[in-house]
T-cell receptor, first 117, second 112 residues
């Protein structure tokens, strides 16, 4: 079965520091991959997606993620953290058409990012 | 704003009761998905509808049911509610041929 693992349920960085949120997936066929952000008391907002067009994907708010097939990883980065980046971040996989259940998203457990002055 | 709307925003009810959650997808989107977010289970896919027909089922309990109407809005019905059903319920929609899903703001259900 497909799964998503997010390493670190809580990450804390200083304002202006690099943000690195880790995501590993299990899939025998390269899937579609997504990062979503959830601000307090809000729904999930799509940050970026990987659909096999390019391994380095740029998203909104200065975030980007790199797909590494050899490592089955899709880590999210941002060069300089801002206070407004404090939120919960979810990595999600949508299995490919050739796997079962391609209609749904499978989410990781989430990583709560704290940004301190 | 994703364009997906959900009502109500909050719902407080008692065990054994039945509730209906409503979702309107983005204009033009034919697919609607329902997810449950709870502290112990995380985000779990419940069910998907496409243009009025059930397309995929996930970890949805038999006490739960859903439907999508001709105007494409969807309703999630939860019955015989238990304390453990307290959670955030999200609706998402996706465009035809699109891979990403756009989420609504969610309905927070509290079962007392």
């Amino acid at each position: 079965a497909q799964s998503v693992t997010q390493l670190g349920s809580h990450v804390s960085v200083s304002e202006g520091a690099l943000v690195l949120l880790r995501c590993n997936y299990s899939s025998s066929v390269p899937p579609y991959l997504f990062w979503y952000v959830q601000y307090p008391n809000q729904g999930l907002q799509l940050l970026l997606k990987y659909t096999s067009a390019a391994t380095l994907v740029k998203g909104i708010n200065g975030f980007e993620a790199e797909f590494k097939k050899s490592e089955t990883s899709f880590h999210l980065t941002k060069p300089s953290a801002h206070m407004s980046d404090a939120a919960e971040y979810f990595c999600a996989v949508r299995p490919s058409l050739f796997s079962g259940g391609y209609n749904k998203l499978i989410f990781g457990a989430g990583t709560r990012l704290a940004v301190h002055p | 704003d994703s364009g997906v709307t959900q009502t109500p925003k909050h719902l407080i009810t008692a065990t054994g009761q039945r509730v209906t959650l409503r979702c309107s997808p983005r204009s033009g989107d034919l697919s609607v998905y329902w997810y449950q977010q709870s502290l112990d289970q995380g985000l779990q896919f419940l069910i998907q509808y496409y243009n009025g027909e059930e397309r995929a089922k996930g970890n949805i309990l038999e006490r739960f049911s859903a439907q999508q109407f001709p105007d494409l809005h969807s309703e999630l019905n939860l019955s015989s509610l238990e304390l453990g059903d307290s959670a955030l319920y999200f609706c998402a929609s996706s465009p035809k041929g699109g891979s990403e899903q756009f989420f609504g703001p969610g309905t927070r259900l509290t079962v007392l």
